[in-house]
């Protein structure tokens, strides 16, 4: 967080408070859309410097991982709430309290003291989901977990970097230290502009979280044809072509597969790609085989709030709920496109079973022939990665 410095003159009137309460009260005005206000906010706050941007926007993102608490403390007032925030933060009470009467000074000690679900600013329902699939004390952990900022990781794009250790010499020369993690991945060391770099125009790495990386590993390394179906912007479908599988990128989103396209072209590999219908797998595809079908299904993004923390305010047990039911009709989709002795893997960056294994139980129970022959899980609070689900599942020849 901000220096002491800094913490004070967000606490005085001027432009960092000024910008910053009013771009807080603008994001929680419409929260459906508070991801994108904020990023269009900072990036048009002329007016701050970048030492002034950078202490509005690490306040405000801790307020999305605080508001419900300090809510429940100060009032609704966004000053309070703002104030509050910098208190928890590390501002002496004594300079909140020159700015506003408030119970600042016990602040932390009653906000540590709060339910979990208003400590961490999440929907009641969905605290209470987390406490009940893994027990108290890990469900803390991943709150816990999951209001940190989450590291930057590279993958090493091989087709253009050679080996991962010429990507890590030759970000060193470019000022940027990282360190190895998982097969093929860096994780880079304090802040640094990565996609600014030469090696990345130069398509040597792609931003990509440990966790997703370790998802590619399960599929592993290829020759075969593999539908990504869908692939979004491909984060997967780039770390899958570069390692040697003939990929089909589809999705819903045309602007994703463009930028798909973009990234592919820059990274020196060759994906086939095509927009779907929401309902329908079309004729062209629906007569292909694929020998593994990935279903890297849309879901609530509950492990990856680390990222996207404003996704707290998306959740409720009815979207969960429909989203569930849509992860189930992809999944059948996906296994309808898997060719004989081929593996149809399903993944979420969601932690809640209800998107995991109860759509893949409901799925082989369905479908006699198919099971799951491989899962995996991975954690923020015990990996230090997004929370990734993944399972493998194989058919046997008589379905
Ligand atoms: C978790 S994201 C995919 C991330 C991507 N695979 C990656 O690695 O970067 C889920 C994707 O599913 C897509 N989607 C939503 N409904 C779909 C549908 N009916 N058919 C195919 N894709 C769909 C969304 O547009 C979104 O891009």
Redesign the pocket.
């Known amino acids: 967080m901000s220096s002491a410095d800094g913490l004070e003159r967000a606490a005085r009137p001027g432009r960092t408070r000024g910008i910053g309460v009013e771009l807080w009260e603008r994001a929680t005005a419409d929260r459906s859309r508070a991801g994108p206000t904020l990023s269009r906010g900072l990036r048009e706050a002329r007016a701050l410097h970048s030492v002034e941007r950078r202490t509005v926007q690490e306040v405000i993102f801790g307020l999305i991982r605080t508001e419900r608490g300090l809510r429940a403390l100060v009032g609704d007032d966004p000053l309070d709430v703002w104030l509050g925030q910098l208190v928890l933060s590390g501002l002496d009470p004594s300079v909140a309290t020159e700015e506003r009467p408030g119970p600042w000074a016990s602040l932390c000690e009653r906000f540590e003291a709060l339910p979990t679900a208003l400590r961490h600013s999440v929907p009641d329902a969905l605290a209470e989901r987390l406490e009940a699939q893994l027990g108290g004390e890990e469900a803390e952990a991943f709150w816990q977990a999951s209001d940190r900022r989450a590291p930057m990781v590279l993958r090493a794009h091989l087709r253009r970097a050679g080996t991962r250790q010429r990507l890590e010499e030759r970000l060193r020369q470019e000022g940027i230290e990282t360190t190895p993690v998982g097969a093929r991945g860096l994780r880079v060391e304090g802040r640094a502009n990565v996609e600014g770099s030469r090696a990345y125009r130069d398509g040597w790495f792609e931003v990509?979280d440990e966790g997703?990386q370790r998802l590619v590993d399960l599929v592993g390394d290829g020759g075969g044809t593999v539908l990504?179906?869908?692939?979004?912007?491909?984060?997967?479908?780039l770390a899958l072509a570069d390692r040697g599988h003939r990929v089909v990128a589809?999705?819903?989103?045309p602007r994703?597969l463009a930028e798909l396209e973009q990234r592919a072209k820059r990274g020196g590999v060759r994906i086939e790609t095509l927009l779907?219908p929401?309902?329908a797998v079309p004729a062209t595809l629906a007569r292909r085989r694929f020998d593994v079908v990935?279903v890297?299904?849309?879901?609530t993004g509950t492990g990856v709030l680390r990222r996207n923390p404003a996704d707290r305010w998306r959740w409720s047990p009815e979207r969960t709920s429909e989203l569930a039911a849509?992860q189930g009709?992809?999944l059948e989709?996906g296994a309808s496109l898997v060719g004989p002795g081929g593996r149809l893997v399903y993944?979420?960056?969601s932690v809640d079973r209800a998107e995991d294994e109860d759509v893949v139980q409901a799925f082989v129970d369905a479908h006699p022939g198919w099971e799951v022959a491989q899962s995996v899980r991975t954690w923020p609070q015990r990996d230090g990665t997004d929370g990734f689900y993944a399972c493998v599942l194989t058919a046997s020849t008589s379905r």
């Open positions: 990509q997703s990504d179906l869908c692939a979004g912007a491909g984060g997967k479908a589809t999705d819903v989103r994703a779907l929401d309902d990935l890297d299904a849309p879901c849509l009709t992809l989709r993944a979420t960056c």
